[in-house]
C-alpha cells in the first residue's frame, strides 16, 4: 500500500513540474518578437519567458537589489517554499529577515536560468510555433546567455545597477560573466564555489551524467513527454553521481561511515546494504519529482562550454581590465569539484586586471555544498561583504 501510495505522489509530483514548465507559481517577464535574445549559438530566439522570485521591497532610488544566481540544480525559490516538492527555499540559510542576504534590508530576486524547467523558457515549455514541448528542439545554451537574459528581466524591473550579484558553483559562473558582461551594472559580486572554466574532469562527471539519462529507454531521444514516459532511472543515477561530487569524503564519513541501513549484517545482495547507498538512491529519487532530464543535459552542457579566458583571446584577466566591480570570491577547503586554486586562479585574474578583490578561504569538511548549509564562517564573511558594499554605495532603505 505505501508502494502504491509512493508511485502515485510521484506521478503528481511530475504532473506538477510538467506545469509549473509554462505557468510557473512565480512572477514572469515575457519577452516577445520585439525583444530577441541573441544565443551565442546563433540563433535569435523568441519568445521567451523568464520566471523569477523577488523578496523584500525596492527603495526609492532602486539601489539596494541583489540578484542571486542558482546552482546546476536549483532554480527562483531561494526563499519561499517550492511548489512541486513543499520544501523550504534552498538558500534559506542566507536570504530572509535579518539575515546575511537580509530581505528587511535588501530587495531580492532570483529567476530561473533560460534552460531550466521551473517557468523559464527550456526543453520543457512548450513551443509556440509547434504546440508541443521543445524538447531537443531547444538551442543550445551558455552561461553568457542566461546572464544576457537576466539582464534583459533586470532591465524589465527597471533597475539600473545591482548592488550585488551573488551565487554559487553554476551561480558562481554567472555573477563572474555578470561582472565581466556588465561591469557598470554590478557594483559588487560575491562569487562562491566557482571557476572561470569548467575543468576537463568536471566535464567528464557531467558527459557520465548526460549518458545515464540518454541511456535510459524512456528517454526515447529526448521526446518522452510525447510517450508518456520519463527517463527517472537514468536522471536518478545522474544525479547521485553528480551529489557524490558535491560532498568531501570526510563528510560522507562523517555522515555514513561504513554503517548498515536498518539491518546489522549484510544481505549478500545488491540491495541498499549500506546507509550511503541507501541515502544516494534518495536523493536520485528525490531529484527526478522536481527537475527535467533534459533540462539537465542543457544546463550541464551550458556548464562545460564556459571559459571565461576563451572568449577574451585567452587572456582571463582582460574579461576584468579596469572593472569598478568589487569582488569577494570564497571557496572551500573540502570542495574537489571547485577547488580553491581555481578561485586563486580567478583572483590573480582579477589583481591582473586592476579589480577590487578580497578572497577567503574556508576550513570546513564539508565540500562542495558548504555554500548552502549552515557554514557560520561562510555566512559571516559574506554578510561583512554585503553591509560593506552597502555602506560604500550609501545605501538607503526606506522605499
Request: net charge negative.
Amino acid at each position: 500500500m505505501v508502494k502504491v501510495q509512493s508511485v502515485k505522489n510521484h506521478t503528481l509530483h511530475i504532473e506538477e513540474r510538467a506545469h509549473e514548465a509554462d505557468h510557473p507559481t512565480s512572477q514572469v517577464a515575457m519577452f516577445g518578437a520585439d525583444k530577441p535574445l541573441k544565443l551565442d549559438c546563433g540563433v535569435e530566439f523568441t519568445p521567451f519567458q523568464i520566471a523569477y522570485q523577488t523578496y523584500g521591497a525596492l527603495n526609492a532610488d532602486r539601489s539596494n537589489a541583489i540578484l542571486i544566481c542558482h546552482a546546476l540544480t536549483g532554480d527562483q525559490h531561494v526563499a519561499n517554499v517550492h511548489p512541486v516538492t513543499g520544501k523550504g527555499g534552498w538558500w534559506d540559510t542566507m536570504v530572509g529577515p535579518g539575515k546575511a542576504i537580509d530581505t528587511d534590508r535588501y530587495f531580492v530576486i532570483c529567476s530561473n536560468v533560460l534552460g531550466g524547467c521551473m517557468g523559464s523558457t527550456g526543453p520543457a515549455s512548450t513551443n509556440p510555433k509547434t504546440g508541443t514541448l521543445w524538447g531537443l528542439d531547444f538551442p543550445v545554451i551558455t552561461i553568457p546567455d542566461m546572464v544576457r537574459a537576466q539582464a534583459m528581466l533586470i532591465d524589465h524591473l527597471g533597475i539600473q545597477t545591482l548592488l550585488a550579484v551573488v551565487g554559487g558553483s553554476m551561480g558562481g559562473m554567472q555573477v563572474l560573466q555578470w561582472a565581466a558582461a556588465y561591469p557598470d551594472r554590478v557594483f559588487a559580486a560575491l562569487p562562491i564555489a566557482c571557476a572561470t572554466r569548467h575543468s576537463a574532469q568536471n566535464i567528464a562527471f557531467h558527459e557520465v551524467g548526460r549518458q545515464a539519462v540518454m541511456a535510459d529507454p524512456d528517454w526515447r531521444a529526448g521526446r518522452y513527454f510525447e510517450h508518456g514516459t520519463h527517463p527517472h532511472r537514468g536522471l536518478g543515477v545522474a544525479r547521485m553521481a553528480a551529489h557524490i561530487t558535491y560532498l568531501s569524503d570526510a563528510a560522507l564519513h562523517r555522515k555514513f561511515g561504513r554503517r548498515m541501513q536498518d539491518r546489522e549484517l549484510p544481505t549478500f545482495s545488491f540491495d541498499a546494504d549500506f546507509q550511503v547507498e541507501s541515502y544516494l538512491r534518495y536523493q536520485g529519487s528525490s531529484f527526478v519529482e522536481r527537475f527535467d532530464a533534459n533540462s539537465y543535459l542543457y544546463l550541464t552542457r551550458a556548464m562545460d562550454y564556459f571559459d571565461m579566458a576563451a572568449d577574451h583571446d585567452g587572456v582571463l584577466a582582460a574579461a576584468f581590465r579596469d572593472t569598478i566591480t568589487r569582488f569577494c570570491v570564497m571557496s572551500f577547503t573540502s570542495d574537489w569539484l571547485f577547488p580553491t586554486s581555481e578561485s586563486r586562479a580567478t583572483v590573480h585574474a582579477l589583481n591582473a586586471g586592476g579589480a577590487r578583490v578580497s578572497f577567503a578561504e574556508i576550513e570546513t569538511d564539508k565540500g562542495h555544498d558548504a555554500f548552502l548549509l549552515d557554514e557560520p564562517e561562510f555566512i559571516g564573511i559574506a554578510t561583512a561583504f554585503l553591509e560593506s558594499a552597502a555602506s560604500a554605495r550609501g545605501l538607503k532603505v526606506t522605499p
